[in-house]
């Protein structure tokens, strides 16, 4: 199918894009890689009058650390985080889910920021951030606020960011204790997304967890903090006993969502499954 005829701007500063935004309202969509909205434009499922490219704005792409901070820019690509020496020596867990998510062409022109607004429920990258605690930044012409990922997915597709706002970068904190983080993923056969797939970040000292977070993906409309498994793993040593324990956990408060490929007996059976797998390669970095 062919999208619905459409109009296109791309501005060249923020300033200009907002103009456009309060201009065209709600009938404007951003554009950044577009391999999520050119799809559901083919489809029309979605069908914006207007597309706003924010390809051409500088300021918007790069990786850099701020300190404690890891900031990412918004419109980074797949493929320049999974690549880049920073993140695969400070968060490695994040270089492994870019390095998976969808094929080389996605990887290579699909964004960070553009993959966080689409929150789609079987996407890899909120996934990790959620577990990496990042935060991010909306953009606004009144100034800037700065949202926890905890609290920036809402349900499927849904996020709170504002009609008026534009996601611009990522934040991720390092703690001064180095967290051990990894990414495992049960993907669809046919399209690569998310099945079921679980991200862990632990603080280790001595052996021992002395914090986790661990998040499950596609068993619910935004990412699952597993409390239960985070709960049975801080203060212990990391054990094979230990972590395969917790990791049973990991399925308790989810009711996920069935689809034609997996039920939602199964996808329980996974979380626990993948969750194990996260955690133990979490476990075994250095």
Do not use: W
């Not at 792409?61 to 690509?77: C, E, F, P």
């Amino acid at each position: 199918m062919h999208p619905a005829s459409f109009g296109y701007h791309a501005p060249g500063s923020l300033e200009e894009a907002f103009g456009l935004l309060r201009q065209h309202g709600e009938d404007a969509k951003l554009l950044a890689g577009g391999h999520s909205l050119l799809p559901a434009m083919k489809l029309r499922l979605t069908q914006p009058e207007v597309l706003i490219d924010l390809s051409r704005i500088p300021g918007l792409n790069g990786i850099r650390q701020d300190g404690d901070t890891l900031v990412i820019g918004a419109l980074t690509t797949h493929t320049e985080v999974s690549t880049s020496e920073d993140v695969r020596r400070l968060l490695p867990g994040l270089a492994d889910t870019a390095s998976v998510i969808g094929d080389l062409q996605v990887r290579n022109r699909g964004t960070m920021g553009g993959s966080v607004a689409h929150a789609d429920p079987g996407a890899d990258l909120p996934v990790t951030l959620t577990a990496l605690n990042a935060s991010f930044v909306l953009t606004s012409a009144e100034g800037e606020r700065t949202m926890a990922a905890d609290e920036f997915f809402v349900d499927f597709f849904t996020t709170a960011l504002e009609p008026n706002e534009i996601l611009t970068s990522i934040r991720i904190p390092l703690p001064s204790t180095p967290v051990r983080t990894s990414y495992a993923k049960l993907p669809h056969p046919a399209s690569g997304y998310v099945v079921v797939s679980a991200a862990a970040a632990l603080s280790v000292d001595g052996g021992a967890c002395t914090g986790a977070r661990v998040v499950l993906g596609g068993v619910g409309g935004t990412p699952h903090r597993a409390t239960g498994t985070e709960a049975a793993l801080e203060g212990q040593a990391l054990t094979p006993e230990t972590m395969a324990a917790a990791a049973q956990r990991a399925a308790e408060g989810i009711d996920p969502h069935a689809d034609s490929y997996a039920d939602e007996d199964y996808k329980r059976h996974m979380a626990v499954v993948y969750a194990g797998r996260a955690i133990e390669a979490a476990a075994a970095r250095a």
